[in-house]
């Protein structure tokens, strides 16, 4: 967990985390999202419903949900991108955790690849297992996988990891 968050302050905007099984990965991601919201990060978790594709308009939904009261106004898109790229005096980072990020559409890979551009303080976590991750739903998560600081949980895993913190 201490290489998710020294990952958290780097400057790289994404990070895939593998881990091989679903209940562990989703525990190290609530943990991790614990410790971070006393480190000056606002937390927002997003995952893919069973074996269901994690559309855009799902990506939104479910960021836009998590908006404080009070805090809803514009539409969709926008709250969305405020919430993603805005910091205030409180907050350091903004931190959003993908589970199943293997799930992720083209679309929305593309709007998180766009989003994180124009919010220089957001890092995106894209939890996978290395087979969902190998496999993506997407082509445009292969690339940036690629390209991602990569952490994974694990000693089976050892020879993936690469780029970490």
Sequence with gaps: MARLIA????DDAFIMLWDEHDRPRSQLLGRAAAELADLRCRILRVSAKAAEELTVADLLSQVSDQAAAG??????????????TEVDAQLDRVLLLIDHADRLSSSAVRFLQLTSR???????????TPTGAAHPAAPEL???????????????HAPLLRNVC
Excluded at 71 to 84: F, I, K, P, Y
């Design 142 to 156: 292969k690339v940036l996988a690629a390209r991602s600081l990569k952490i994974s949980v694990g000693p089976s």
């Design 71 to 84: 805090a809803a106004s514009g539409d969709l898109l926008e709250r969305t991108h405020r919430l993603l």
């Design 118 to 128: 124009s919010g220089p303080k957001l890092r995106v976590v894209l939890a996978s």
């Design 7 to 10: 990952a958290t302050f780097s």
